[in-house]
């Protein structure tokens, strides 16, 4: 069964950074694109970034374009968000999320995954 296990959320002033984990374990972590989702209170859940299961190529929506970065280590089951020059608008649950089927490129599309973590919250105060 694929677990997704989040941790690295917090309370930061704007203007700040976090970094975010997500550790799989379950299947062969390094098969299989990784993504990050975030949901606002009383909003959708949306896409933020994704990274391919071979790591060269990564995908985020335009609103963190140039301030967050996913990485992953296969060796550790790890993908990673760097975020930085946070805003108060980013201040959502974070959620670690993958598809079900092995070697896709990755997906914006939050319907499309199929396992997510349990989410972790992060607050940015103005």
């Known amino acids: 069964q694929v677990q997704l296990v989040e941790s690295g959320g917090g309370l930061v002033q704007a203007g700040g950074s976090l970094r975010l984990s997500c550790t799989a374990s379950?299947?062969?972590?390094?098969?299989?694109?990784m993504g990050w989702c975030r949901q606002a209170p009383g909003k959708e859940r949306e896409f933020v970034a994704a990274i391919s299961w071979s790591g060269g190529d990564t995908y985020y929506t335009a609103s963190v374009e140039g301030r967050f970065t996913i990485s992953r280590d296969n060796a550790k089951n790890t993908v990673y968000l760097q975020m930085n020059s946070l805003k108060p608008e980013d201040t959502a649950v974070y959620y670690c999320a993958a598809p079900e089927n092995p070697y896709s490129s990755g997906t914006d599309y939050p319907h499309e995954y199929h396992y997510w973590g349990q989410g972790t919250q992060v607050t940015v105060s103005s």
């Open positions: 379950g299947r062969t972590f390094s098969k299989y694109a």
